[in-house]
């Protein structure tokens, strides 16, 4: 008689997921860059990146996320933009990477929220590193659904609170013309209301 099959189930600690992240970002500061790069992907325009004491909130206005997104988004090394290459409304070569960045910002903040709108759909989910390091598995993250009109236009706002130290705007910027298509038209980055060129980095370092 054939016995039922057995399964043994492939884990991994989440302190390795932030080790990764570490490691593939060895800067900290790459994260911003990643953000920067899926709102393009998304069809953005604008990208507004606030940069404050312990604080930096990044604001764009591309297509936003429905639950389908948010479960992409936080699907670790997700391959799905190598099977939808363009972005739909600028045909932009979608250049986001990994997605591993966002683990990443945790080694930088103690929690991030990630604020997304698709037109009627609006949801807010809050990542906060205590919480996710003392829940057990299987991993789950808050998704809260807000009114429709809490936000006015389609979009994603990535805030990260509780920074671990403080982040340099110039070094933002410096990374952001080192690492993103900001010639692209249509396409525009605010930091602090200063808005970003592709101008020399020499004073930037």
């Not at 998304?42 to 404050?52: G, K, M, N, P, Y």
């Not at 997304?116 to 590193?129: L, P």
Request: proline share 5%; charged share 30%.
């Amino acid at each position: 008689m054939q016995s039922s099959p057995e399964y043994i189930p492939v884990t991994i600690d989440k302190s390795h997921i932030i080790t990764i992240g570490e490691r593939l970002y060895t800067e900290s500061i790459e994260f911003v860059r990643e953000i920067v790069n899926n709102a393009y992907d998304a069809d953005a325009t604008l990208i507004e990146i606030i940069v404050a004491e312990d604080m930096i909130e990044i604001r764009d206005n591309g297509s936003g996320m429905g639950r389908e997104g948010l479960n992409q988004y936080f699907n670790i090394g997700s391959q799905q933009k190598l099977y939808d290459a363009k972005s739909p409304v600028y045909n932009r070569d979608r250049i986001g990477q990994f997605g591993i960045g966002k683990f990443a910002s945790l080694s930088a903040c103690k929690r991030f929220e990630v604020i997304t709108k698709k037109d009627d759909f609006v949801a807010r989910v809050i990542f906060d590193k205590e919480q996710w390091e003392k829940a057990g598995d299987p991993w789950q993250l808050p998704l809260e659904i807000l009114p429709a009109d809490f936000r006015k236009q389609n979009g994603i706002t990535v805030i990260l609170m509780g920074l671990a130290r403080r982040f340099d705007p110039k070094d933002i910027e410096a990374k952001i013309i080192e690492g993103t298509p900001i010639k692209a038209p249509y396409f525009r980055v605010r930091i602090n209301n200063h808005t970003v060129t592709p101008r020399s980095l020499s004073g930037h370092r």
